[in-house]
């Protein structure tokens, strides 16, 4: 059987504990509902709020784009999506920014959630692997035997690793899982051995590429590497909700996808040094050109329009069918058309 190494780290779960506190003292008294509805604060959960793939969300704070709206937004952050989603599933935020395909897994359990801005149709991940084992792990055609990590368990980055196993020959039995985490967890417990490769995101990419300590195997931060590898789109950074608060908060929602729209394009329009210099001085780690470097390889990924691809809906999907024990079996069920919107981005202003 396969089994799951739990790897927990003090200072991510004192930061959950934080953001979670705060989330739940300051949450207006409408809840999940009704926050942003009469002027309240809208908060949204980032599922790891210093990750290149999620940078569009921290962005669009810097640059003033929330308020240009009037909208008062509050970031919080959880180290990885599967937990941001069970935040937004209890009321205590208005919305999610992670991995699309935690919309089409709730589908399964009666819930709607729905993606209102697709910030991106391809993973933004990376399979990085440890430089001592290099000569070992060269495809995931040799993941047989190997540890390897993942964000946590029932997380995108799990699935994906599932998915790139199969494909390759190997079952999910053949290697074991690890909850690894991210940033310098992730770090931590690849130097250290407790994992032989595993899937992360920049600025980690970037940190262990150039200390040496870890080489990119299979690269989905691109739409080429992402097709060669899962055969197709597949958009994965969005801001997701309760489809009941789209509806009822339709007017904050469209200036939330005015406001993630036009960062969208501003991202287009500028370069990765740009870029960088807007974000907060800690997320460059003590080291900004490799933060910009991280930048430079990852914004690749971002759509201009925050549209949903529908093919790339179709593959993410047919990828959970395969490994997620909540939509095996009931992917016929799935009415993806439920799972995203395009309604907002496509009356937000074009830059």
């Known amino acids: 059987m396969r089994t799951t190494t739990r790897i927990a780290a003090a200072a991510l779960a004192a930061t959950t504990a934080l953001s979670l506190a705060a989330c739940r003292d300051s949450r207006t008294s409408s809840g ?9 604060t809208v908060q949204i959960m980032v599922g790891g709020i210093d990750k290149v793939i999620y940078l569009p969300a921290k962005l669009t704070e810097q640059l003033g784009y929330f308020k240009e709206q009037g909208l008062d937004v509050q970031l919080l952050t959880e180290p990885a999506g599967a937990q941001a989603e069970n935040v937004l599933i209890s009321g205590d935020v208005q919305g999610v920014v992670g991995f699309y395909d935690h919309t089409i897994d709730l ?17 933004g991940e990376v399979e990085v692997v440890a430089a001592g084992k290099a000569g070992q792990i060269k495809s995931p055609a040799d993941f047989k035997g190997k540890k390897l990590g993942v964000t946590s368990p029932g997380s995108s980055t799990d699935f994906l690793t599932q998915y790139l196993a199969t494909k390759n020959g190997v079952p999910t039995s053949g290697y074991t899982t690890v909850k690894a985490g991210a ?9 250290n051995g ?3 490769a595993g899937m992360t995101t920049d600025p980690t990419v ?14 989905m931060r691109t739409e080429a590497g992402t097709k060669a590898a899962l055969g197709g789109l597949y958009p994965s950074s969005s ?14 929602v469209q200036k939330l996808a005015n406001a993630f729209v036009k960062t969208l394009g501003w991202i287009k329009a500028h370069k990765p040094a740009e870029i960088a210099a807007k974000m907060p001085a800690d997320y460059a780690g003590g080291d900004p050109k490799l933060y910009e470097q991280a930048v430079n390889d990852t914004i ?15 593959n993410v999907l047919n990828v959970l069918a395969q490994f997620s024990p909540n939509v095996k079996g009931k992917q016929d069920t799935v009415d ?5 919107t395009t309604e907002y981005v496509s009356k937000a202003p074009k830059q």
Request: with cysteine; proline share 2%.
């Open 194 to 196: 407790g994992i032989d």
């Open 183 to 191: 940033g310098q967890t992730f770090i931590a417990t690849l130097n």
């Open 32 to 40: 999940g509902s009704g926050g942003g509805k009469q002027g309240g």
């Open 300 to 314: 690749g990924m971002f759509t201009a329009d925050g549209v949903m691809p529908a093919d790339g809906a179709k």
């Open 336 to 340: 993806l058309s439920k799972t995203y």
């Open 107 to 123: 589908q399964t359990k009666g819930k709607c959630i729905e993606s209102v801005v697709q910030f991106a149709d391809v993973p």
């Open 239 to 252: 801001l997701y909700m309760n489809c009941d608060y789209v509806k009822n908060n339709a007017a904050t």
């Open 206 to 219: 970037a940190k262990l590429v150039s200390t040496g300590k870890g080489k990119v195997m299979l690269d």
